[in-house]
């Protein structure tokens, strides 16, 4: 079994690597070729979540699970917030072939998923990009923003303003502008807006959002949390990466909840990857991607990690 530590993810995979990974697992899916089993999840009191994402891959030959979860005490520690860890097994015989660190690798391909979804539902002329949220996720997932859409500007609101000042310095970095903005300005100007927050309550409402919007809504994963108004998923053509995380545990849970949204309108971003489905609707139509976040993402960017790995003779091979 090899052991991939934190610290050397960062040389093994790029944004470009995750993108690949997190597009081949969605087209796995849509074709029935890979599963996620059900998650659990469970709140171990003082706002920490812990809980075990598995899956296999018949195309991929992956077979996982990523343990680990939220720890909002974490960063007064000095430590971020999200902990996990992957580990792969043969998918034939079940043995361990590797134990990977998976805060990285979380972030990249929860980035890579939103991406993916701006990448082939935002309007091809989107210019703005709307960022709620300025958490250790956030500065990932404008990055990967950037890297599939022209934007010229980014606006940005957090309920702890003092935090966007790190999203600044990183639109900086990508030479894009950026104004610190209330959610009212955010959706008037916005193209595209993804959400990254834990809140446990909408914080973007129907009203902020203005037609041909494409909104990520990345932070909800979980029971209770959310981060837009239920309305708005009764309004949008919605997308999710799994339907059954989505209506559980993912943002359209209090859609589904409240009968504005049923089950059966939600298409995966897998079903327009392979052509099943056209994807956005109309120039005016606002496109909502629901993304839960699912172990064979996970497993994709591992197996990934350690196919790197094992070629550059990297890593910590023991015995199990
Ligand atoms: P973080 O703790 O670093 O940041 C939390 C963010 O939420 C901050 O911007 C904070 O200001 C904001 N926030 C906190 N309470 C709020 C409230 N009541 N209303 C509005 N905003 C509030 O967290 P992170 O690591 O950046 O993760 C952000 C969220 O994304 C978490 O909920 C996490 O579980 C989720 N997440 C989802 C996926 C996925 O695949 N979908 C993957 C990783 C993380």
Redesign the pocket.
Known sequence: MLIIPEALIADLLSPQDAFDAVEACFKAMAMAQAYNFPVVREALGEGR?YGFKSGLDRLGGQLGVKAGG?F?GN?ARGM???QSSIFLFDPETGRPQAMVGGNLL??L??AA?SALSIDRLARRDARVLGMV??????GFQLRAAARVRQFEKVVAW???PE?LTNLAAIAADLGLPFQAVTLEQLGAEADVIIT??????A?VLNAHVRAGTHLAC?????KG?Q?VEASLLARAAVFTDEVAQSVTIGEAQHAVAAGLLQPQAITTLGDVLIGRHAGRPSENAVTLFD???VAL?DLAVAAKVVERARAMGLGYEVAV
């Open positions: 979540q939220y909002p960063a971020i917030n999200h979380t972030a391909r929860t998923a949220g300025a958490g250790h996720q956030a957090n309920l702890h935090m990254i927050t834990s809140a446990p309550a914080s990345m932070g909800t994963d979980t949390k981060e993304g839960t976040g993402q």
